[in-house]
């Protein structure tokens, strides 16, 4: 079993479209949770970062993070042709924070 | 947050060979780390490189395989070596954002392909 479970999609949606993608974790040292962007041909880039349970909310994105379910969740509100990319989860925690554990992403696309 | 140059951006290279990847950033940081992105597959790591000390492998990662230089704290270089097919991968620098907790900004990576 992953330490981190991802569903790799590809998930379609139509423009304006509320997009909900979701990550599994076994480990419950995990404290810090993240949500990365990725183009094709291009690195990822820091979407949110969440510590601890709770939501986190920046423009049109919310980040969630429920411990107790050991399940994390990125909402894209009013999704544009623009979000299309994959979206990976990634969580650290215990004894080596610094390392992130990687989901295998999830392709979304939304469409015009 | 840190900008960082990847070169080469892309390569295709022969099996038997190695090809050495340069991390240029901006600015000063204590710890570079070096990810493995594989086709469908998520990131995994393959080294921390401190400035000054030898890298911190992950396990299934051997420096004889991947060497990892870190002469200052603005730039470090991964070499891949004795190639296979195997290691055609996209790989990865990145360092730590300030003030994200754990959160890392990345370069564009190298897609590395060996034939």
């Known amino acids: 079993q992953k330490e981190v479970e991802q569903d790799p999609g590809p998930l379609s949606v139509p423009e304006g479209a509320i997009v909900s993608l979701n990550c599994t974790y076994s480990?419950?040292?995990?404290?810090?949770f993240m949500w990365y962007r990725q183009y094709s041909r291009k690195g990822p880039e820091l979407l949110m970062y969440?510590?601890?349970?709770g939501n986190k909310e920046d423009g049109r994105f919310t980040a969630q993070v429920d411990k107790s379910s050991k399940y994390i969740s990125l909402f894209i509100r009013d999704s544009q042709p623009s979000d299309s990319a994959t979206y990976l989860c990634?969580?650290?925690?215990?004894?080596?924070?610094?390392?992130?554990?990687f989901g295998s992403g999830t392709r979304l696309l939304v469409r015009p | 947050s840190a900008v960082i140059s990847q070169k080469p951006s892309r390569d295709i290279c022969q099996r038997g060979t190695s090809l050495t990847i340069q991390c240029q950033v901006d600015?000063?940081?204590?710890?570079m780390f070096w990810y493995r992105q594989q086709p469908g597959q998520s990131l995994t790591l393959i080294a921390t490189?401190?400035?000054?000390?030898?890298?911190?492998?992950e396990s299934g990662f051997v420096i004889d395989k991947f060497p990892i230089s870190r002469p200052n704290l603005t730039f470090s270089t991964l070499t891949v070596s004795n190639m296979s097919p195997e290691d055609s991968s996209i790989y990865l620098c990145?360092?730590?954002?300030?003030?994200?907790?754990?959160?890392?900004?990345f370069g564009s990576g190298t897609r590395l392909t060996v034939v």
């Open positions: 990634a969580m650290s925690g215990g004894d080596s924070s610094y390392k992130l554990i």
């Open positions: 490189a401190n400035q000054g000390s030898e890298a911190t492998y």
């Open positions: 969440t510590y601890s349970s």
């Open positions: 600015s000063q940081v204590t710890m």
């Open positions: 480990n419950s040292a995990f404290q810090y």
């Open positions: 990145s360092v730590l954002t300030s003030g994200t907790g754990y959160g890392y900004t």
